[in-house]
Every structure is written in C-alpha cells, then in structure tokens.
C-alpha cells in the first residue's frame, strides 16, 4: 500500500452547503467531491470526465485540518436580474448587465485563518488505491510527485485561489495499520460510524473542544444521464484545529510516517 499526501493553502475558503437555498454556507472541510475537483484540476482531467476515476471503488480520500480557523459572514452584492429588459441574445442592453440596479444583498460564509496576515487555511490530503484504482492511483502519484499542477487550485470558489505544497509519496514501510484498542489520537476526519466514544480531557479542554460533525457530498454518478447526481454521502467526525480528536474506534486505522512526523488517519471512503 502507498498514500500520496499534500497540502493545499489559501487565505480563504468557502466550500458551500449545497442544502443552504438563501443563504450561502460553508463547511469546515472541503467535501470528497470537492477534493475530487482538486485532484481532476491538477491532473488536467476536463469537467465532468473523472467521476469513475476517482470514484470510491478507485481511490480513497482522507483530509486533515493544518491550522485553526474561523468563520464570518459576508454581505455580496449580486445583480438583480429582471427578465423583462431586453433579451440578451439579440441585444447587450438585456438585464443581464445589471442594468436595472437594484444589487441583492446575499450572506456570505467565510473561512480565514484566526490571523489573516500570519495564517493559512490549510488541509493535508491523503489518497490511496482502493479495490480497483492502481493504476489511477499510480498516474495521480506520477503526475504530482513531478509536474506542476495543470490547472490552478482553489478553496470552493475560483477566487479563494490555493497553493499545492509538501507533495510526498509515502512507501509500504511508512504505513502501518493499527488495530482499535482503547482511545486513539485521530488527526484525520474520521466517519462518524466508526466512532465508539469520544473524550475530552479535562486538562486539556484548549486542545480537544474543536470538534464538529458534517453529513456532506461524497461522489457523484458516473452516468452521463445522472450528471452531478449524488452517489454517497460522508457523516464524518473532525477537529477544526491542528489537533487531533480522541476516540475510541470500532475499526481499524493507518499510522503513517511522513518526513516530519508521525499521524493517524483514517479514510472517509468506507
């Protein structure tokens, strides 16, 4: 077993609750179909073409949260279009320029990092092979171990622009499946299913009262009729700080070795 792992960096990030109809807002992590997004951009895949590649039979996903971070909310003045002006497809005096006046004041959600000017929004991804995904998994790890990017990344939206940095191939001796005994530190997000009990020790409320659970997009089918349907979902349990959470599993999980350091994690895709 091999895990690619890297890291993606902004100073924003808005990942939006597709259920919020009025109000935009966002999650704490970037969902699998966002991180399916990440990696299809960076590979050059075109738009809607990598559904069956990096479905969860083919490659497996699991995400951490580097820094803390914060949300607010943001006011955004959208154009108010009035379908009564013009028609845009024989004339440029349509409504679609805005014309009209009268902007839509939206709420917006946003996450920063609690300091701006010092801090990142970061996320360390992990990917796998799953039941079928060798080669897939063998082209991803070829193409981000030794070539830029193709396409630029970004945190949700295309403005919220991101850096891809501290790419690294872990080996079969870096990776080590540990059986559940007891509490564990997990600093990956880990599904909720798979959580027994979680702790909080009281000595250290500051490092371990982060913690949030999300339902959130998992894939999309892979049929062209079914385009951008949802497949799966992902109940899953993570901390919104750069500490892990403690919990007491009912599953096994992977400890890996990376240059730096030494983690646990779990994959979302099960």
Not at 112 to 135: C, H, M, N, W
Not at 167 to 178: N, P, Y
Not at 187 to 209: C, G, I, T, W
């Amino acid at each position: 077993m091999e895990i690619l792992t890297f890291e993606v960096r902004g100073k924003m990030a808005h990942f939006r609750k597709y259920y919020a109809n009025n109000t935009a807002f966002s999650f704490s992590i970037p969902p699998r179909t966002t991180l399916m997004g990440m990696v299809a951009a960076a590979m050059g895949w075109q738009k809607d073409d990598y559904y069956d590649k990096l479905s969860t039979k083919k490659i497996r996903f699991a995400i951490r949260v580097l820094e803390p971070m914060k949300k607010s909310f943001h006011r955004l003045n959208f154009i108010r279009i009035d379908d009564n002006i013009g028609d845009f497809s024989k004339s440029m005096s349509s409504d679609f320029r805005g014309h009209s006046g009268k902007p839509i004041q939206t709420p917006f959600e946003v996450i920063t990092p609690i300091d701006l000017r010092t801090g990142d929004v970061a996320y360390q991804v992990f990917l796998a092979a799953g039941e079928s995904g060798t080669g897939t998994f063998d082209e991803i790890a070829q193409h981000f171990t030794n070539h830029p990017p193709v396409y630029n990344l970004s945190l949700g939206t295309a403005n919220f622009q991101a850096n891809l940095t501290n790419i690294q191939l872990l080996k079969a001796a870096q990776i080590v499946e540990q059986q559940a005994e007891g509490f564990a530190l997990l600093h990956s997000a880990v599904p909720s299913k798979m959580v027994e009990e979680l702790s909080f020790e009281k000595d250290q409320l500051d490092r371990y009262n982060s913690v949030e659970e999300e339902l959130l997009p998992g894939e999309f089918y892979s049929d062209p009729k079914r385009m951008r349907e949802l497949k799966s979902m992902n109940r899953l349990l993570f901390s919104i700080s750069q500490h892990p959470i403690r919990v007491r599993l009912n599953a096994s999980f992977w400890e890996v070795h990376t240059e730096r350091e030494s983690l646990n994690i779990q994959f979302m895709d099960v």
